[in-house]
Structures are given as C-alpha cells and as structure tokens.
C-alpha cells in the first residue's frame, strides 16, 4: 500500500508562508519553452542587425512601421490611438502610442540604451609601421581592454564626405567579407606583459585595427596605407580626411549564437542593452489601443554617461511629452508627475566563478526571471536613482498579477565596485523609476550571455508595465 502522504508540520506550513524562496523560471512557468525559443529567435536576428546605435534605431523602425508607426516630428498633432516614432538623429528613437485614457494620468514609460562597449576610430586613425596598416581607436564605454585582441571585429558606421553627403560603411558581417583584428603577443614572448596587472596588460594606444599588409607599389612611401585608402575610395568615394566627419565602430564580428547543449542561452555582442530593448519593441508592438499612453525609448551615450542630444539626458525627452501635452491641451507637469518608468537595463548574472564578487542573496541568479535593481551606483548608494518602496511595490504586484518570473539584486557586493543606468535622468524629471532587466553573464565583454528564458520574462514584464491599470 502507498504510503498516506504527511501532513506538513506547523514549521514547514510557516516556512511557506513566510520564508521568500527564490524559484527558477522551470519551476515557476513550466511550460513556456517553445514560445520562449520561437522568441529568442527574432531577439537573436535583432542582435545580428543592431550592433551599433545605428543599427539598431534603422532595424527597430523598420519593424515598427510594419506595424503601422508614423514618424512623428516636433509640433506635430496627436490623437488617441495613433502609433509613433521619434527618429532622434538616427541613433536613439522614442516609439510612442497615445491611450485611450486621459494622459494627465500618468504615462508608462521605458527606457533601454542601445550602444554598447566597442571601439571607435579616432579622427585621424590611419598608419602604417613594418609592413602592416592600421587603424587607431579610442574605445567606448567600460571595457576590458584585453579581451578585445585576437578576436575577429567588423566595421559599422557612416563616412560625411568633403561634399557633405553621407555614406554608410559596413565591413566584416557579410560571410566572405575581410575582418579586422586587434594584435596581442604570442605568450612566449609576454613575460612583461604577464607581469602587469590585467588593467593595463593592454594600453589603450595598443587597440589598432590591423587592417591592411599589401602596398599600392614598391616605390611609393607608406605604400600600404595608400593601398588601405584606395581601396575605401573605391568603395565610398571617402579620402583620409573624411574620416574626421565620421563615425566608425568596430565591433565584434561574431553572430548570435546558442550557448550550451540545451541551447537554453544566448551568446552574442552587445546583449547589454539590446536584450531589454528587443523586450520594449516587441512589447509596444504587440499593443493595439492602450488605455495608458505607452513611451518605449531607446536610448543612445548610456555607456558613456548619457551625456549629448542622442543620450538619455537630452531635453528631447522632454520635448516630445511637452509637444504631445500640448497638442492635447494638457499639463505636461501633471503628465510627468503621474508618470512611471522602468529603466530597462541589464543587470549583472551572479558567476559562481568569480563568487567573491557577489553577494548571494543579492544577486541576479540566471534563469530565474528579470532582475529588479531597487538602486545602483556605488559606495553608499552614491550617483543612483533609489526607487521608494511603494513604487517597487506597485511594481512588484504587476510583475506577480501577470505571471512574470522576477527577482531582485544589487549590482555586486557592496564596495566592489559601482555602475549605473539611465534610471536617474528620468527619476529626475519628477518621474517614478525603477531598473529591471535581464541578468547578463560575462557584461561588457565581446562576446556575452543570457538566458532565453529570462530574455522572454522581459517581454511579458515590459507588457504587463504598459497594459497595468
Ligand atoms: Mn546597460
Ligand atoms: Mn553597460
């Protein structure tokens, strides 16, 4: 005979009831693997044609104006239900749809940043020294500098010609495309290298694209170089002072890829803030009439501080609610007031191999949903946007009401370091803000990690946040 099953002693029933148990997304939603691969599979596409800022605002658009998105521009007429973008100079872009609702009740507003840590040519890169030509950098954002050698890295960008007009530049993501490479020492001759410490094992002057090896002739001097710029003449009309008007980014050439046996996680560049912008978009298209007027903005410069028009402090933000406010005879003060945001960004995924950076019970576990960071910055709590209580708390039950798998972290352990969102330029527009996103393994390296699972968790988060009461 079966054993009767036990009742659960009074410790154990209090132990449920009170005791916070963090569960992973199997336990809690058992059944969503294949909608949640069917989803990486479009985030994983989005990856391959967002490397850059760029990019990523021309796929995004193109997306949502199959879904009915009109440009809008300043001083333009808005009405309930009607779908917009904001092209901010084709490196950020605000996508928006006015509910049903009176907007003086609040806006549902999130932000993502859609740069991320790369390497950028200097205005005057090229040289050419022992038979080799190579293009100098200045890299972009937090990076650490020895992981961007001996990797392959292709070139994204726009070239503005000495005539004034401007050419795209795309080098390395076709399959038969060249690639460019950062040089290292083989380890047989880097015993001063070794000797360094890891933060400066590579100076930043050493990040030179390797980038040509054969000259024009034998008799012309710099005869490599020269061959390097005939061949980008050819191809975009440009000389060596057009690189002073350009932007050109190399960024890691590789694609998305499956990670592990079980292909449960994502490999790729620059998941870091793509893999919450990929959720606003998906989100916000999904949308038909919202009640709540809904704001998916995806920010440029946040790895650099947020700072200029195309980042999250530009006053554009503010002007396209104060545009739409007017157009509708409304308080823009009151708008903002009542509004609430999620700052959509990544947050750090606990690695049990470098355990002494974290602190266990605060921190963001892989595969166990989004991650809520209630405050970040460093030190004692300097330079973040510490979310009230209530607001994680209205937050919270919205994540809960609507199934999404969440936890909540700090950034590490306390004192080990620091870092921060684009949270706090929004908060202080008097708006209720709080960070959410994916826990990320390995952030800011080439080539980083998540979890589909949690990438999926997103998306819902993101929509139950615009369709909430
Ligand atoms: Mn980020
Ligand atoms: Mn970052």
Request: proline share 4%; with cysteine.
């Amino acid at each position: 005979m079966p054993k009767k099953k036990e009742e659960k002693s009074a410790g154990e029933q209090l132990r449920e009831k009170l005791i916070y148990k963090k569960k992973t997304v199997f336990e809690k939603c058992p059944d969503e693997e294949k909608e949640v691969f069917e989803y990486a599979k479009g985030y994983m596409q989005f990856l391959d044609n967002s490397k850059t800022e760029r990019d990523a605002t021309a796929y995004s658009i193109e997306l949502a104006k199959k879904k009915g998105f009109a440009e809008y521009r300043l001083g333009m007429k808005v009405k309930a239900g009607d779908k917009f973008y904001y092209n901010n100079r084709g490196k950020s872009v605000y996508f928006f749809i006015i509910g049903s609702e009176n907007i003086e009740n609040g806006m549902a507003i999130t932000a993502a940043h859609i740069d991320s840590p790369r390497l950028d040519l200097k205005p005057n890169p090229a040289y050419e020294a022992n038979g080799m030509a190579f293009l100098k950098t200045h890299y972009y954002g937090g990076i650490k500098k020895y992981q961007w050698t001996a990797i392959p890295l292709a070139l994204h960008g726009t070239v503005t010609l000495a005539d004034g007009k401007t050419v795209d530049v795309k080098i390395g993501e076709a399959a038969d495309d060249p690639l460019f490479y950062v040089n290292d020492i083989l380890p047989h001759l880097a015993r001063d290298q070794f000797a360094k410490p890891t933060g400066s094992a590579i100076e930043g002057e050493q990040l030179n694209l390797l980038s040509g090896s054969m000259p024009f002739d034998t008799t012309t001097p710099e005869a490599i170089k020269l061959n390097l710029l005939r061949i980008l003449n050819e191809k975009y009309g440009m000389t060596e002072a057009d690189f002073q008007s350009a932007e050109l980014c190399a960024v890691p050439a590789e694609k998305a890829r499956d990670i592990g046996l079980d292909r449960g996680l994502i490999g790729a560049y620059g998941h870091d803030d793509k893999v919450c912008a990929y959720p606003e978009i998906t989100a916000v298209l999904s949308l038909d009439k919202p009640k709540k007027t809904v704001m998916s903005i995806l920010a440029d410069k946040e790895e650099t501080g947020s700072d200029g028009n195309t980042g999250m402090k530009t006053s554009a933000f503010c002007d396209i609610i104060a545009d739409i406010c007017a157009s509708m005879k409304k308080n823009e003060r009151i708008v903002r007031a009542n509004s609430v945001c999620l700052s959509a960004d990544v947050a750090a995924g606990y690695d049990p191999n470098f355990a002494g950076a974290f602190e266990i019970n605060n921190s963001a576990i892989i595969n166990c949903g989004i991650a809520l960071c209630k405050y970040t910055g460093g030190g004692g709590k300097s330079s973040t946007n510490d979310a009230s209580g209530e607001y994680v708390g209205k937050i919270r039950k919205i994540f809960d009401d609507n199934g999404v798998v969440w936890q909540t972290c700090e950034l590490g352990k306390v004192d080990q370091g620091g870092g921060g969102t684009v949270a706090k330029f929004i908060s202080e527009k008097n708006i209720d803000t709080v960070d959410v996103g994916v826990p990320v393994i390995s952030m800011h390296a080439p080539y980083e990690v998540v979890s589909k699972f949690d990438v999926y968790n997103m998306h819902k988060a993101v929509v139950a946040f615009y369709t909430a009461e």
